[in-house]
């Protein structure tokens, strides 16, 4: 999905924030709409990379995260779920382990453009 097309969400071309204001390892959320067309998104980054995803688990609908911008086990190899634990590829959003082992995040798509991070 593209962030442009979440209703509420950023215009196409609108700047979400810099790179650098995401500390690296660490991911920065976002939310978008009002109560029960509320949208939450988190972007993950990894080094110049970035990972966008909607902060619903596919195993029960809540939230992944308990502490902002915090979305990765121990490592930082994996997106995890703070609820029960499940395990997903930070790169496709796909569930490794976990009670919705074979499910996916939903991916937003967001583009790096000078050092912004910006709608699309
Ligand atoms: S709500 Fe995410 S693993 Fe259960």
Same mark, same amino acid.
């Given at each position: 999905?593209?962030?442009?097309? +979440? &209703?509420?969400?950023? #215009?196409? =071309?609108?700047?979400?924030?810099?790179?650098?204001?995401?500390?690296?390892?660490?991911?920065?959320?976002?939310?978008?709409?009002?109560?029960?067309?509320?949208?939450?998104?988190?972007?993950?980054?990894?080094?110049?990379?970035?990972?966008?995803?909607?902060?619903?688990c596919p195993h029960?609908? +809540? &939230?992944l995260?308990? #502490?902002? =911008?915090?979305?990765?086990e121990?490592t930082?190899q994996y997106l995890i779920c703070?609820n029960h634990g499940a395990l997903f590829d930070i790169?496709t959003g796909l569930c490794l382990a976990g009670p919705c082992n074979g499910q996916s995040l939903?991916?937003?798509?967001?583009?790096?453009?000078?050092?912004?991070? +910006?709608?699309?």
């Amino acid at each position: 999905m593209k962030a442009s097309d +979440i &209703p509420g969400g950023p #215009k196409k =071309g609108e700047i979400l924030c810099r790179l650098l204001d995401i500390e690296d390892g660490r991911a920065k959320e976002f939310v978008y709409g009002q109560g029960d067309e509320i949208r939450d998104i988190f972007i993950q980054r990894r080094g110049d990379r970035i990972y966008a995803y909607e902060n619903t688990c596919p195993h029960a609908f +809540i &939230p992944l995260n308990m #502490k902002a =911008g915090d979305f990765t086990e121990k490592t930082g190899q994996y997106l995890i779920c703070q609820n029960h634990g499940a395990l997903f590829d930070i790169k496709t959003g796909l569930c490794l382990a976990g009670p919705c082992n074979g499910q996916s995040l939903t991916a937003i798509d967001v583009d790096v453009k000078d050092g912004n991070i +910006i709608a699309i």
